[in-house]
């Protein structure tokens, strides 16, 4: 199909059927009220966010006791509560299915094949609960993993969750000092790690990496080495006080799961930053608050039921790993996968998206666009009939990505693009069922999410671009931040800019549907003569030109000013002459504004990003301006920052 601005992409059909729609027909009842589409339900949602949420705990069949009251201070943010005497847990809510159906199908890169039923989840979830236990784990204990995304990795998680202890994991590509960064500041008293991992035709050995991180974690915690090298026995021999998966559940007969229930606000996970400028910080998540945004975003604005079949290409560093885990708790098949998304080629999620009968295709920007200029066109190779939803965050999605996805992958799906984040767990905008998908943009706000656009001064923008709010209290927001007992670090990241209102560090603006678009990082904004530019809009032009692989840009301080400086990464073969500047210069000149038009076009071999694939613009311009950058054991090729290291195009 033509690309558009005054026509949708896609529009919804059999809305009838969606479970927002039976939702809304009981809010409707609740309010007293007609709720006339989406945005009227969103209005009431977030007018009176107590009986929002006590309706989705109702309509989600949440397990536990939900307590008499509903809420308590929503005046304050923070400091507004939801369900302060509820109480539950998160793992009862997940695992409430106990038949042979599968739960958790896996493919490895390695072509590694496996599944779990729910019968055989529960047992392994058992069996591992009764192993933790045993290792002297308690409600509040953390539990760290250095895992793939494999079913194992899911199994623990419930186990912890079950037993009311703190879940903490990263991927397995995480350098020593990496994991000791984040691991070492929340002292697990248990790790599991596995005993290696593949990437890229690569088999990837773990034990020396190992060795280092259990020395420097403090008070000498247990090690549960998971195999999936077939090595488990053999690493778990070289570390003190560690023990193969085999060995440490083969004491323990499955048996029922005993579920603790515990306070809604009882800390769930902990995530972390990216680290990028610095040591993580450690951001922690209640059990309740998740449950409910995600039982919200998978069954609301995703459409999620049982027995359907969710994947999202994540690593177990990224919080959408934390997300898809979800799923479980709507009966859904959550479909695994662990590697590279590009070996031995482009089609291998598309290959396993018609073998698995895959619904819920989840995704990045990046991997859009790199699947896009691979050459690669899935319509014309693979029946993708059944994916009916795809989603894509990590980065803002290009107008260009989504022209991609209607004409090359398929023209009748419902494309979300999703933003939010580590620090809520979850979406602030994101996919919305029952309306249209125009080009370039986020349909709009979650429910019970009060987003809104701030300028400088705190003032709403209905058009323009500005801060990225949310203005009252959400459950997801986070109990706080770990070791920072009197929450000043908590306050100072996301309610010192605006007293009492989120203010999240993105750069966004409504668009005339109601939807919103994200230009990128507030932080990472550009600012050549005074004016606010978001690198999303320059990186959307330069993927448009074949010859630019991967694109970054940074504000250099340049003469009482700052100047736009591009780095890019082209493909193989390709030089950086003149005419291939001026081209890029005038691509983003016509597609963007001449304010946009970078002062410098540098090329570089490789641009960093973190362990789950965003570009890091901040450590390059500390780099750029001979600044150290703190903590480069976040970055997942931090050899590249030397290509950005006292460039001569950049003296002049």
Not at 389 to 411: C, H, R, W
Not at 559 to 586: A, H, M, N, T, Y
Request: proline residues 7%; negative net charge; hydrophobic residues 45%.
């Amino acid at each position: 199909m033509a690309a558009t601005d005054d026509q949708p992409l896609w529009t919804p059909a059999g809305i009838e059927a969606l479970p927002i729609t039976r939702f809304a027909a009981e809010a409707e009842r609740r309010a007293g009220r007609r709720l006339a589409g989406y945005d009227s339900l969103h209005g009431w949602s977030v007018e009176d966010p107590a009986a929002f949420w006590d309706l989705l705990w109702d309509f989600c069949d949440v397990v536990g006791d939900k307590g008499e009251r509903h809420s308590l201070d929503l005046d304050r943010m923070p400091g507004g509560r939801f369900f302060p005497d509820a109480r539950l847990n998160f793992a009862e809510n997940l695992l409430r299915r106990d038949d042979d159906a599968d739960a958790l199908v896996f493919r490895g890169e390695d072509r590694v094949a496996t599944r779990l039923s729910w019968r055989e989840l529960n047992e392994l979830v058992s069996r591992l609960q009764q192993a933790l236990r045993d290792l002297g784990v308690e409600p509040g204990d953390r539990v760290a993993a250095l895992m793939p995304n494999m079913p194992e990795t899911i199994a623990a998680m419930l186990a912890v969750a079950s037993i009311g202890a703190v879940w903490s994991s990263a991927s397995p590509d995480f350098g020593s000092r990496g994991a000791l960064d984040r691991f070492g500041q929340i002292a697990p008293k248990v790790l599991i790690a596995c005993d290696g991992y593949y990437y890229a035709g690569k088999t990837i050995d773990v034990s020396e990496k190992l060795g280092e991180i259990v020395a420097g974690l403090p008070g000498a915690p247990a090690v549960i080495v998971v195999p999936y090298l077939g090595r488990a026995e053999a690493v778990a021999a070289a570390l003190p006080n560690a023990k193969s998966l085999a060995d440490t559940i083969a004491p323990f007969a499955a048996a029922a799961v005993d579920f603790v229930r515990l306070p809604f606000s009882h800390p769930l996970y902990i995530l972390f930053s990216s680290g990028t400028t610095g040591v993580p910080k450690c951001i922690v998540h209640s059990a309740g608050g998740t449950l409910l945004q995600h039982l919200k975003e998978h069954h609301l604005q995703s459409s999620v039921v049982r027995d359907e079949r969710v994947f999202y290409f994540t690593t177990c560093g990224w919080m959408m790993w934390n997300w898809l885990v979800s799923g479980l708790g709507l009966g859904a098949t959550l479909l695994l996968y662990d590697g590279s998304p590009f070996h031995p080629g482009p089609d291998v999620l598309f290959d396993y998206a018609v073998a698995e009968r895959m619904n819920v295709f989840g995704t990045s920007a990046k991997y859009i666009d790199a699947v896009k200029k691979s050459g690669l066109r899935p319509i014309d190779r693979f029946d993708l009939s059944r994916v009916r939803m795809m989603m894509s965050t990590g980065s803002p999605l290009a107008p260009e990505s989504f022209d991609f996805v209607y004409q090359a992958i398929k023209p009748d799906i419902h494309l979300a693009s999703i933003s939010g984040g580590t620090d809520i767990v979850s979406c602030f905008v994101l996919g919305i069922p029952n309306k249209p998908v125009w080009r370039g943009e986020i349909q709009g706000p979650g429910l019970g999410m009060a987003m809104d656009v701030y300028d400088e001064d705190g003032k709403p923008l209905p058009s323009g671009k500005g801060e990225l709010v949310c203005t009252r209290p959400f459950p997801s927001m986070p109990i706080g931040f770990w070791n920072d007992p009197e929450g000043a670090r908590y306050r100072a990241a996301y309610f010192e800019r605006f007293p009492g209102i989120w203010c999240h560090g993105d750069f966004a603006e409504w668009t005339a549907h109601g939807g919103m678009i994200i230009h990128g990082r507030s932080d990472a904004t550009l600012n050549p003569g005074g004016v606010r530019i978001g690198t999303a809009e320059i990186y959307a032009q330069v993927e448009t030109i074949p010859e630019v692989t991967e694109a970054l840009a940074i504000g250099q301080d340049w003469d009482g000013d700052v100047r736009i400086v591009l780095f890019v990464r082209l493909k193989e073969g390709v030089d950086l002459d003149e005419e291939l500047i001026g081209r890029i210069k005038s691509v983003i000149r016509r597609g963007a504004t001449p304010r946009h038009v970078p002062a410098r076009v540098v090329a570089v071999r490789d641009i960093p990003r973190t362990k789950s694939g965003k570009i890091v613009e901040l450590a390059v311009r500390e780099v750029v301006h001979g600044r150290p950058v703190k903590n480069v054991d976040a970055l997942a090729n931090p050899e590249a920052l030397a290509f950005f290291k006292d460039r001569q195009e950049l003296s002049e």
